[in-house]
């Protein structure tokens, strides 16, 4: 009798420490989303999402502003991604190369005093869609389990118009939160 409640309870306890390392090994599963700001040459500036659910992941960039009154009306927005393969990934570092291109549209409209009216006589207005596209390398570096943060550079290429077009040095930044 004693033998198979000993047996039971051996039996009982490699059970309930099977159970325990499953739900361990389902808490360790690599967290795949993150949010978070960033801002860079080719990825766009603003509210950052990203997403790697292996090697291959990307990185979207959003940023929207208004401001209107009387005198001045604003509108800008940036809009970015990033496809980013991983080359190298270790505990605290993870190596990549990437792709990223921006799309930036900035409209500007302002009216100004003359010195000897209080109505507007002078308008400037301003409407510039740019598109910024870029390739390099760069390094995720793990801060903690939930916060990450990236830097990158690279080559970029610039249009703005047809007289204002340029290939130069770029930079990537970012710090997200992993879920």
Not at 34 to 50: D, E, P
Not at 106 to 112: C, I, L, Q, R, S
Request: cysteine-free; hydrophobic content about 35%; charged content about 15%.
């Amino acid at each position: 009798m004693k033998k198979s409640i000993i047996i039971l309870v051996l039996s009982f306890l490699a059970y309930s420490n099977s159970i325990a390392q499953n739900v361990d090994s389902t808490q360790a599963l690599p967290k795949k989303h993150y949010v978070g700001i960033g801002a860079g040459f080719s990825s766009g500036l603003g509210f950052s999402y990203k997403y790697k659910p292996n090697k291959w992941g990307f990185q979207l960039n959003f940023f929207p502003a208004n401001e209107k009154s009387y005198y001045v009306h604003n509108d800008f927005l940036s809009v970015g991604f990033m496809i980013n393969r991983y080359l190298s990934e270790s505990k605290y570092t993870d190596l990549f190369i990437y792709f990223g291109n921006h799309f930036l549209y900035d409209f500007k409209k302002e009216k100004y005093l003359n010195q000897n009216s209080s109505t507007p006589t002078s308008l400037i207005t301003k409407n510039q869609k740019s598109v910024f596209t870029g390739i390099g390398a760069g390094i995720d570096g793990k801060i903690s389990k939930s916060l990450s943060i990236t830097l990158a550079g690279g080559f970029g290429y610039y249009f703005i118009s047809k007289e204002e077009r340029a290939i130069n040095l770029i930079g990537e930044f970012a710090f997200h939160y992993k879920f």
